[in-house]
């Protein structure tokens, strides 16, 4: 079993920057694909970023590739997305997932982008 904890969300205006943290207890992310998705209200839930099990390989929403960079820190175990130059259609729940043959899913942190 995989407990995911998200942090780091909160309100920002346009145009800022938040780093959103995934932390695991009791198990080792490096051995599962991660990816963060975020809901936004009255929307379902849609993939953001992506970061390969084995090979590391990054992937990303087109809306967000260029502003947005998932990472892992293995020795904190943890994982991270960087989130710049951020846009009110930013605004929703971000969720951390880990897979590998099961989804596990933390409880989400919110992000708001208002002026």
């Known amino acids: 079993q995989v407990q995911l904890v998200e942090s780091g969300g909160g309100l920002v205006q346009p145009g800022g920057s938040l780093r959103l943290s995934c932390a695991a207890d009791g198990s080792t992310l490096s051995s599962y694909t991660m990816r963060w998705f975020r809901q936004a209200p009255g929307k379902e839930r849609e993939l953001v970023a992506a970061l390969t099990r084995v090979a590391g390989n990054t992937n990303y929403a087109d809306s967000v590739k260029g502003r947005f960079t998932i990472s892992r820190d293995n020795a904190k175990n943890t994982v991270y997305l960087q989130m710049n130059s951020l846009k009110p259609e930013d605004t929703g729940v971000y969720y951390c997932?880990?897979?590998?043959?099961?989804?596990?899913w933390g409880k989400g942190t919110l992000v708001t982008v208002s002026s």
């Open positions: 997932n880990a897979y590998r043959f099961v989804n596990y």
